[in-house]
């Protein structure tokens, strides 16, 4: 299928693949048993016929409010700011529930001189990366999600190229992820069921993304077994 | 607290400190179509551009005795361009041959929700503006004369009058960090609208 460029961006839909049921079946050093899942869903994609078209990284750094901040009755709030290769010179901003900025790389610099009053809480950083396949209308990527040092957990992203309404083909791509995911495609995400027949946008990605790696952050880090 | 000097920052990430370089002087309303008609002969030859501006300055408290300053404007004339927002820091105290204004400054452009994720961030609203005016370019300088009207009614941007029966003149550029030739190009440049304005370095410090 021509690779249209250009093109207004379709629907994503981000979903977690099991890593902990993946992890927990295999009592080996972390690192392999992630990456076993990632080449296991790979070589399903492969074998329905996708193309690999390079690779993608989409990426999330926490920053939060410093103490000096106490008076203004903000404390305690969160700020994401995320990239994707996919949008190059943009950066996105967003608050849990709240709005999501998109802005060009010049906000990484603009964070820099806020450092006074956000503080890069960097030991949080956490990314997904992997490859990108192209299956007929739709675009996979199959990322395994680090922070730090240690391989976390599985995203997979789907995008369904021609559409930009979520809520026309949801269906759809619920259809096309069972087909290489099986039981373990996700139910409808959040962002959908706001958007209504409104199109869709990057933010929309990049708020699932941001869901996705709390869960996984939250989600208990597999011990180191030592064994193979 | 604002960020240290620019001239001790690192350099991270690839990322470059650019400074915004600038001159302003003002002119009365009567004198307006002379100023134009200079600026249209000395500047670069393109179509004479307009702007309707809205621009809004946020204020961040925090502990530190002075707020963070940050400054969103978007374009009312034009539809689909992004919002604007800038940070400008403190002048830097350069010596006193040093032709222009020098402070660090970054723009970034983003989406039209920039106002809801200000305030998300903890900023507040301290006052706005409407800036109407003309666009002149020679080079990487930008020649800039507007009328800055006042808001009579908090977001009302359709009840406004003007300030002062004068328009504001600025010459600027923003340049990397060290390039302090730009302020003697700026010098020479001004000096070709003397005496239909008189461009300086305006330190705002000094205003207050």
Redesign the interface.
């Known amino acids: 299928m021509q690779r249209r460029s250009g093109r207004s961006d379709g629907v994503r839909k981000v979903a977690s693949g099991h890593s902990g049921v993946g992890v927990s079946q295999v009592p080996v050093a972390e690192g392999k048993s992630v990456q076993q899942t990632v080449e296991l869903l790979a070589r399903r994609l492969e074998a329905l016929g996708a193309d690999k078209q390079g690779t993608f990284g989409v990426d999330c750094e926490t920053y939060h409010?410093?103490a000096?901040?106490?008076?203004?009755g903000?404390t305690g709030?969160l700020?994401y700011v995320m990239h994707n290769s996919e949008y190059p010179l943009s950066c996105f901003?967003l608050?849990e529930n709240?709005?999501?900025?998109?802005?060009?790389a010049?906000?990484?610099?603009?964070m820099?001189?806020?450092k006074?009053?956000?503080q890069n809480a960097k030991a949080n950083k956490i990314e997904s990366r992997g490859t990108r396949y192209q299956y007929c209308d739709f675009l996979v990527k199959l990322g395994t999600v680090t922070m730090g040092p240690s391989a976390r957990g599985i995203s997979v992203e789907v995008e369904y190229c021609p559409c930009v309404i979520a809520n026309d083909c949801w269906n759809l791509l619920m259809e096309f992820m069972q087909s290489f995911m099986g039981s373990h495609a996700p139910g409808i995400p959040s962002v959908f069921s706001t958007k209504h027949d409104s199109a869709y946008s990057p933010?929309d990605t990049m708020v699932q993304y941001m869901e996705l790696f709390n869960k996984i952050r939250k989600q208990q880090q597999v011990p180191v077994a030592g064994i193979r | 607290m604002e960020a240290p000097p620019v001239t001790m920052m690192p350099v991270t990430g690839g990322t470059i400190n650019m400074m915004e370089y600038l001159l302003q002087g003002s002119v009365l309303d009567q004198s307006l179509e002379s100023l134009l008609h200079r600026l249209r002969g000395l500047c670069d030859n393109m179509e004479p551009e307009t702007f309707l501006d809205h621009e809004m300055v946020f204020l961040l408290k925090g502990q530190q005795a002075s707020p963070f300053v940050l400054r969103a404007r978007r374009s009312m004339d034009k539809s689909g361009m992004p919002w604007h927002l800038r940070y400008l820091g403190q002048p830097e105290i350069g010596d006193k041959n040093r032709h222009a204004l020098v402070r660090n400054c970054v723009d970034i452009a983003t989406s039209d929700n920039l106002t809801d994720f200000l305030v998300e961030m903890g900023f507040r609203m301290d006052h706005e503006f409407v800036a109407k005016g003309h666009v002149f370019r020679k080079g990487i300088m930008k020649i800039v004369v507007y009328k800055i009207f006042r808001i009579l009614m908090p977001g009302n941007t359709e009840s406004i009058e003007p300030l002062s029966l004068s328009y504001l003149v600025e010459l600027n550029v923003v340049a990397p960090a060290g390039q302090d030739i730009v302020s003697d190009d700026m010098r020479n440049f001004a000096e070709q609208l003397k005496p239909l304005v008189h461009l300086e370095k305006i330190d705002p410090k000094r205003l207050m």
């Open positions: 409010t410093a000096a901040l106490g008076t203004q903000q709030k700020m901003a608050f709240g709005p999501c900025l998109v802005a060009d010049n906000f990484d610099t603009l820099v001189k806020l006074g009053f956000f933010g």
